[in-house]
């Protein structure tokens, strides 16, 4: 709680000391000073900073993030059609993230310095290493533009229109309908995007895993389970992944919180209309209301994810439950 | 004929330069309801070698002589027939019970989890005979632990419940490494005399490995003493702690505090240290450090020969020098 109030203070004070003039940046060239003048105004920006952010302190507790002075519409409300554009986003990349990355890591600790192991860990180097925005603009020209498998961008195609709004995220939304052609095409443009975005945690997750595999493969326990004579399967999953298991949660839980926080260039990219698009429109044109809601979403994020990831760690780590 | 026969069992180890060999040409054998020794510092490969019995060995290691098993040879099983025999037939206790023991699994899991694999019991049936032995090793509250984990008990309970993990789908013979090593000197006495009471009531066989001649001399009933990879002496204990033969073995006992004796006599500890296992000295490898040693000692590799119902290998023999 004091966390969340620090980081609103910071992103706050931050957003609106950057050098820059937010009426020059929305006034087009060359405003009249009335014009200036009228739309500090408006946006409270003629009054001191403490005064500014006081005010900020009690409209956040009003649920009133301000008024984005792009969309002009209020940020709370930008942003909730934002976070769940990002969220399914987000949550199908970390799905395939967590399963190849989880599977490569453990095959690759099981086969050690074979073949496999090598090739994997090549591919988990140039994961991590690969410029995402690369990434994306190869993906496009090859998987778009010279093959057509999948969409160029945006969350439908153009001829179907988008489910009633439930939770936000249209492949949800759209089965919850029982609208399965729109489930599909929503499904078809979401997964090129959340590849790319999933190829940097899939080498991260590959290599945590692979050594906190094979850490956890020297201790003494794993030979008595081998000495139980467990099954191979039981030995694989029951004892060495169960035992990497709390490593590998916290790793996914950070790169959760950054796929959530951190797809700017991959939304702009695929011209997905979530949080990092919203995020960098606003810095473009310094809109700081909704630079200022931004941040404060990211700080949630991350705080959430940590709450989550502790408390996970608990449920499958018992030396570390409280009793 | 014997319950276990190890025949000429050598281990090779991969090293940066080419195999090592660890285990070079080591025979014994353990009896129906004895309790057999293999005594030796650390490094003289007795450890491998009872891995080696239960297929346990590290990647790559290579195995040749025979391991006849109620008459079959386990050095030739398929992994899948060895799985079988793990746990099973002989199980295996191991020097930390700190270590040993799965920290995220509960009790009640690393008792029956091997249970119901190999006897193919139910849930309850699994539970009951869980349950029953607790008991047997003394645990206090028997029901209540099945659902606690390892950091819930000491160091001298959890090998109890190791000793109940080995013993559960009533193995013929049980390896035990270095049971008592890890454990405090007070413990000790009570695991030693929990494991002898089991074998005589379960008509269990023992694979005793440990470099504590004491703890040796309280319950095995043969034993033989390892140098460097090798068997150097082996006979009835009570015998060969009298009146060892080889003059390793003297050196060993000469090291041991006779707190009982209570007199002055000084512990002698073996001059210089053992050899590295990738550069063993020829002829026998205990002659730089043997006091005894003669002409033909650094040239000649002494046979392991009957002697008075025992077997030596060396052909200076202390106690004919002594006298």
Known sequence: MALSIGIVVVSFVLTHMVPGNPALANLGQNPTPSEIRVFDQRNGLDK????????YFVHLLQGNLGTSQQTGDPVAHDLSMAIPATAELAITSIVIALIFGVGFGLVAALRRDGVTDFVLRILSLVGVSVPTFWLALIALYLLFFKLGIFPGGSR???????????????????????RWSTFWD???????????????????????????????????YIRAAKAKGLSRRTVVF?????AALPSIVTVIGLAFANVMTGAVLVENIFSWPGIGQYGYQSSTTLDLPAIAGVSLFIAVVYVVVNF????????LDPRVRVE | MSLLEVENLRVHLPGASGPVTVVDGVDFAVEEG??????????SGKT??????LGLLPRRAQVEGRIIYRGRDLVALREREMRSVRGREIAMIFQDPMTSLHPMLTVGRALSEHLRQHLKLSRADAQRRAVELLEEVRIPDPEGSLRSYPHHFSGGMRQRIAIAVALICNPSIVIADEPTTALDVTVQAGI???LDRLRQENGLSVLLITHDLGVMSSIADRVSVMYAGRIVESGATAEMMQRPRHPYTEGLLSALPHPEAGDERPLVAIPGSPPAPTDPPPGCRFHPRCTYAVDSCRTQVPQLVEVDARRLACPVDPLAVKV
């Open chain 2, 34 to 43: 004895q309790v057999f020794g293999l005594a030796g510092e650390s490094g």
């Open chain 1, 186 to 220: 929503a499904l078809h443009h979401l997964l090129m995007p959340a590849m790319i975005l999933a190829a940097a945690n899939m080498g991260l997750l590959t290599r945590y895993t692979r050594s906190a595999v094979l850490e956890v493969m020297e201790h003494d």
């Open chain 1, 238 to 242: 029951g004892h060495i992944l169960r």
């Open chain 1, 48 to 55: 001191p900073l403490p005064v500014q952010l006081g005010l």
């Open chain 1, 308 to 315: 989550v990831v502790d408390v996970l760690y608990g449920v």
């Open chain 2, 192 to 194: 030693l005399g929990l």
């Open chain 1, 156 to 178: 439908l195609s153009p001829t179907d229109t988008a489910p009633p709004h439930v939770t936000g995220m249209y492949t949800v939304d759209a089965l919850l309908a029982g």
């Open chain 2, 48 to 53: 491998m070698s009872a891995l080696a019995v």
